[in-house]
């Protein structure tokens, strides 16, 4: 399998006041012509919201977009009556399919709000749209991935898109594996997250 690397300060940053956000891939005021999407994967911010700030009702089509908080509350709304705030051991995905409005805070008025959000290109288009919740935190181990969202019906969300997502926290100087094999795709891509020090936890997705 061919490998690149891709540095974390190689990424798009943008300090907006209120959000301070690494972009990945190619987004919003961020171009970068290697870096359009890999795979189905197009979007992979991570975003950091100051306390009660947050983007206000937008669209989205066509698109599934999963957000898993890293620190904080992070406050979801949306234009088919759905509300609800989730934390650090808890995922959303939402199937935006022919089209939806929705809204994302940070339900803190004291703690910054840190997640990550991805936008995956889904199999197929126009589908009715959905929205979850999932508690994940009975799939997390320490040092392995958890697979979270799958095309096998296995997991907490089945994916519509034919790919696997997995999240986890590995301590440093530890191998794990990642059972991507179980999928048709053998492209993977690892986001590694790591916090200041290399004693403390470090995320993994991919």
Known sequence: MKTVIDKANTRGYFNHGWLKTYHTFSFADYYNPRRIHFGALRVLNDDTVAPGEGFGMHPHKNMEVVSIPLQGYLRHGDSVQNESTIAPGEIQVMSTGT??????????????????QIWIIPNVEGTKP????????????????????????NTPSASATGRMVLYGHIGCRTKCDIPYAQTTHRCLYLHYRRRNKCSRRESFTS
């Open 130 to 153: 959905e929205y979850h919740n999932y508690d994940i935190r009975p799939l997390l181990k320490r040092n392995e991935l958890a697979t979270f969202i799958s095309p096998s019906g």
């Open 99 to 116: 089209g939806i409005y929705h809204s994302e805070y940070n339900a803190s008025k004291t703690e910054d709000a840190k997640f990550l």
